[in-house]
């Protein structure tokens, strides 16, 4: 009996070291893939302005996560780094098996925001705005964190106090105007012909106007600062 007794012993503390065993070899196991999933997003996201928050949830018991000596990491098609998405993870090697690790992202950055009202046509000045920080996952899309995008540009519609200014919200000064006298002018090798016109449109630095010379042909240049309308050759 006593015998009896040693031997049962025995395999109880062998089955509880092979448990044992098996929940570190699956600990082990989840380690390694959450280290797999933290450095791809880490390193696809490395491009993002400000401090980027990486929350990867935990792993569901349910899913096999046998050892792999070979993980590769991907985001499955149609899937983007941003709020939340899951990144896969692919084993290839002779276990070969695939799972989806939820994932969560937040982009902390210094956003500008209109510090007062600005109207649509407004010139903006650095006394209207104010940088804030705030996650641009949870705000517009194409929110500045750049005041100088910012500064000197005209609004295009209507800032209310406190509101994130967005790209399309803004366009460059207009250096001709609708109506305008411009000078038309072409200069090439060993040639420079200038000559009056009507500007047809408003148009910013570098943008394509057209322009009603004297003879009543409309000619396509480029806006310069001072008027000026440059025909390219």
Request: with cysteine; charged share 20%; proline share 6%.
């Given at each position: 009996?006593?015998?009896?007794?040693?031997?049962?012993?025995?395999?109880?503390?062998?089955s509880l070291f092979l448990s044992m065993a098996a929940v570190a070899g699956?600990?082990?196991?989840?380690?390694?893939?959450?280290?797999?999933?933290?450095?791809?997003?880490?390193?696809?996201?490395?491009?993002?302005?400000?401090?980027?928050?990486?929350?990867?949830?935990?792993?569901?018991?349910?899913?096999?996560?046998?050892?792999?000596?070979?993980?590769?990491?991907?985001?499955?098609?149609?899937?983007?780094?941003?709020?939340?998405?899951?990144?896969?993870?692919?084993?290839?090697?002779?276990?070969?098996?695939?799972?989806?690790?939820?994932?969560?992202?937040?982009?902390?950055?210094?956003?500008?925001?209109?510090?007062?009202?600005?109207?649509?046509?407004?010139?903006?000045?650095?006394?209207?705005?104010?940088?804030?920080?705030?996650?641009?996952?949870?705000?517009?899309?194409?929110?500045?964190?750049?005041?100088?995008?910012?500064?000197?540009?005209?609004?295009?519609?209507?800032?209310?106090?406190?509101?994130?200014?967005?790209?399309?919200?803004?366009?460059?000064?207009?250096?001709?105007?609708?109506?305008?006298?411009?000078?038309?002018?072409?200069?090439?090798?060993?040639?420079?012909?200038?000559?009056?016109?009507?500007?047809?449109?408003?148009?910013?630095?570098?943008?394509?106007?057209?322009?009603?010379?004297?003879?009543?042909?409309?000619?396509?240049?480029?806006?310069?600062?001072?008027?000026?309308?440059?025909?390219?050759?």
């Amino acid at each position: 009996p006593d015998m009896y007794k040693k031997i049962l012993l025995i395999k109880i503390i062998c089955s509880l070291f092979l448990s044992m065993a098996a929940v570190a070899g699956e600990d082990s196991s989840a380690k390694t893939i959450f280290k797999t999933v933290d450095d791809f997003v880490r390193a696809e996201t490395r491009h993002l302005p400000g401090k980027v928050i990486i929350r990867i949830n935990q792993l569901d018991s349910r899913q096999a996560m046998r050892p792999c000596s070979q993980l590769q990491p991907f985001l499955p098609p149609g899937g983007r780094l941003w709020g939340k998405f899951s990144v896969g993870v692919r084993c290839q090697d002779e276990t070969s098996w695939t799972l989806y690790v939820p994932v969560e992202i937040e982009v902390i950055a210094s956003v500008v925001h209109a510090a007062q009202p600005i109207n649509r046509g407004e010139v903006i000045t650095a006394q209207d705005i104010v940088s804030k920080e705030a996650n641009l996952v949870r705000i517009p899309n194409q929110a500045i964190t750049d005041p100088a995008q910012v500064i000197g540009q005209v609004a295009t519609t209507f800032l209310a106090s406190g509101q994130p200014i967005r790209a399309h919200q803004l366009r460059a000064p207009h250096v001709i105007s609708r109506g305008q006298k411009v000078q038309l002018t072409a200069s090439g090798a060993g040639f420079y012909v200038s000559t009056e016109g009507e500007a047809l449109a408003a148009a910013a630095e570098g943008e394509v106007v057209q322009v009603r010379n004297p003879a009543g042909r409309i000619i396509s240049g480029i806006a310069r600062q001072g008027g000026i309308v440059e025909i390219r050759q």
